[in-house]
Nanobody
């Protein structure tokens, strides 16, 4: 059983940056693809980005490509999401998730473990 805890959310002005962190425990972190999803009020949870076991392969939603960067530190059991040039439409609860699947892992049902989420609010 893997437990995931996100941190780093907050309120930021448009154009600003935030760095989210997600610490994993209870499993072998390096065996999981890790992903970030987000959910805005009244909307479905949507894929943001994913990273493979070693950190060498990443995939991004078109809406964040070029602005967000996912990375991981397997020695620290942590995955990061660096978010730059934030826009009001990035406002959402951001969730970290772990998957035993591999490849382009973009569907929520491909992820077995989820964090509790961290709120990101971007003001205009």
């Amino acid at each position: 059983q893997v437990q995931l805890v996100e941190s780093g959310g907050g309120l930021v002005q448009a154009g600003g940056s935030l760095r989210l962190s997600c610490v994993a425990s209870g499993g072998t972190f390096s065996r999981y693809y890790m992903g970030w999803f987000r959910q805005a009020p009244g909307k479905e949870r949507e894929f943001v980005t994913t990273i493979n076991w070693s950190g060498g392969i990443t995939h991004y939603a078109d809406s964040v490509k070029g602005r967000f960067t996912i990375s991981r530190d397997n020695a620290k059991n942590t995955v990061y999401l660096q978010m730059n040039s934030l826009k009001p439409e990035d406002t959402a609860v951001y969730y970290c998730a772990a998957s035993r699947s591999y490849g382009t892992v973009v569907r929520p049902d491909e992820y077995s473990y989820w964090g509790q989420g961290t709120q990101v609010t971007v003001s205009s």
